[in-house]
């Protein structure tokens, strides 16, 4: 049974570009959360999606943006990078609340 | 204002001792508390949780404490082993409200048990 999938594993772009981050959720959840993880501290919360819907959002700024599709799969997007959006990204799913796992991640390197 | 905190960035730890991993909160509106444990290049991966109407939750070697009244959770890891070695983060959540899947979690405790 397939875990929670991120894609892709591995990113570098350059200040001012877009980028567009993939996660599919296990079989069942309904629900995504992105986090953003820099070095040395833990996970912040950027977004949750339940049933296509945003249920929640961190404090992030308006370039961050993300949708869930009708399978469930969602897709976070960064517009205007900035070396600070260099980070682990992760993808966490649910059924609703409780049980979050996680997926291993994308890191994202903005040169 | 950081509202889940992990006073300790590390802890070393011989083989066979308990580990004891500490984290606090200042929001009394928390009442699920969740402990992972996180490996290099790998996402975390959920150990043990707590709801606030309990008070103690065990798993095998893994048992999680809350002491509400001091906003004060623990994770005891007995006996340790080199496997256990890892980022250990402590993440709290209001289950029973509108937090929907929103985790809060500490900044993380590395733990390394020596053989």
């Known amino acids: 049974d397939a875990g929670v999938t991120q894609s892709p594993t591995h990113l570098i772009k350059t200040r001012g570009q877009h980028v567009t981050l993939r996660c599919s959720p296990i079989s069942g959840h309904k629900s995504v959360s992105w986090y953003q993880q820099v070095l040395g501290q833990g996970p912040q919360f950027i977004f949750q999606y339940y049933e296509k819907e945003e249920r929640g959002r961190g404090n992030f700024p308006d370039r961050f943006s993300a949708r869930q599709f009708p399978n469930y799969s969602s897709e976070l997007n960064v517009n205007a990078l900035l070396l600070g959006d260099s980070a682990l990204y992760l993808c966490?799913?649910?059924?609703?609340?409780?049980?979050?796992?996680f997926g291993s991640g994308t890191r994202l390197t903005v040169v | 204002d950081q509202q889940v905190k992990q006073n300790s960035p590390s802890l070393s730890v011989q083989e066979g001792r308990i580990s004891i991993l500490n984290c606090d909160y200042t929001?009394?509106?928390?009442?699920?508390f969740l402990w992972y444990k996180k490996y290099p290049a790998e996402g975390p991966t959920f150990l043990i949780s707590?709801?606030?109407?309990?008070d103690k939750n065990e798993d095998g070697r893994f048992t999680v404490f809350l002491n509400k009244s001091a906003k004060h959770l623990s994770l005891h890891i007995v006996p340790s082993q080199p496997g256990d070695s890892a980022v250990y983060f402590c993440?709290?959540?209001?289950?029973?409200?509108?937090?929907?899947?929103?985790?809060?979690f500490g900044q993380g405790t590395i733990l390394t048990v020596h053989p």
């Open positions: 966490a799913s649910s059924l609703l609340t409780g049980g979050y796992t």
């Open positions: 993440a709290v959540t209001n289950a029973g409200g509108t937090s929907y899947g929103k985790l809060t």
């Open positions: 929001n009394s509106m928390f009442d699920y």
């Open positions: 707590i709801s606030s109407i309990k």
